[in-house]
């Protein structure tokens, strides 16, 4: 049974910050992309950044400088180091897994809450 277990959301000050950790299990085959979106009320989900096996990443222009996603492939974990947290960030973040064949598995999401 494939399961992303997220973990580190919660309410935090502007300027404050927060890492997001999420761990993948039951995932049969090699993972490739590994990344965190992100969806606000009446907003559609985006990707807030990624990075692949070989540890390329990619950001929403919006979180450059401010944000960074790492990860651990010997525990199929991914991590969002968020930094400058702005009112603007709040949503709920979602953890996304992509295997080399293609098949994608979601988290439930987590609650970021920025208060100005």
């Known amino acids: 049974q494939v399961q992303l277990v997220e973990s580190g959301g919660g309410l935090v000050q502007a300027g404050g910050s927060l890492r997001l950790s999420c761990a993948a299990s039951?995932?049969?085959?090699?993972?490739?992309?590994m990344g965190w979106y992100r969806q606000s009320p009446g907003k559609q989900r985006e990707l807030v950044a990624d990075?692949?096996?070989?540890?390329?990443?990619n950001y929403l222009d919006s979180v450059k400088g401010r944000f960074t996603i790492s990860r651990d492939n010997a525990k199929n974990t991914v991590y969002l180091q968020m930094n400058s947290l702005k009112a603007e960030d709040t949503a709920v973040y979602y953890c996304?897994?992509?295997?080399?064949?293609?098949?994608?598995?979601w988290g439930q999401g987590t609650q970021v809450t920025v208060s100005s």
């Open positions: 990075i692949t096996s070989s540890g390329r990443t």
């Open positions: 039951g995932i049969i085959f090699r993972i490739n992309v």
């Open positions: 996304n897994v992509e295997t080399f064949i293609g098949t994608d598995y």
